[in-house]
Nanobody, 126 residues
């Protein structure tokens, strides 16, 4: 069974940058859409960045222009590059693998993802 392992979280001041990593198998990165979700205390899980195997990406409106999802198959790693971070970005961040293969554009609903990492905490202070 696939395991996704996130790393790279921590604390940063508003306006700062951070990159999250998610280790996955090469098979997963080559055949499945992937995504980053986040969940803040008391809030529902929110999808922020999505990438299909063909490289097509989608972003939540709240992070467009600040967060970038990318994939390095050689390193077997999914990334979330985060710039100009805001206190509202404070959350537990999870990488996830889509349930099905073959998407031309990445699915956007959490229910369409069935493999999740353990999460990495990002805290942005004002």
């Amino acid at each position: 069974q696939e395991q996704l392992v996130e790393s790279g979280g921590g604390s940063v001041q508003a306006g700062g940058s951070m990159t999250l990593s998610c280790e996955a198998s090469l098979y997963t990165l080559m055949h499945y859409s992937m995504a980053w979700f986040r969940q803040a205390p008391g809030k529902e899980r929110e999808g922020v960045a999505f990438i299909a195997t063909n490289g097509i990406t989608r972003y939540a409106d709240s992070v467009k222009g600040r967060l970038t999802i990318s994939r390095d198959n050689e390193k077997r790693t999914l990334y979330l590059h985060m710039n100009n971070l805001k206190p509202d970005d404070t959350a537990m961040y999870y990488c996830a693998r889509a349930q099905l293969t073959g998407y031309l554009t990445p699915p956007l609903q959490s229910s369409q993802y069935d493999t999740w990492g353990q999460g990495t905490q990002v805290t942005v202070s004002s």
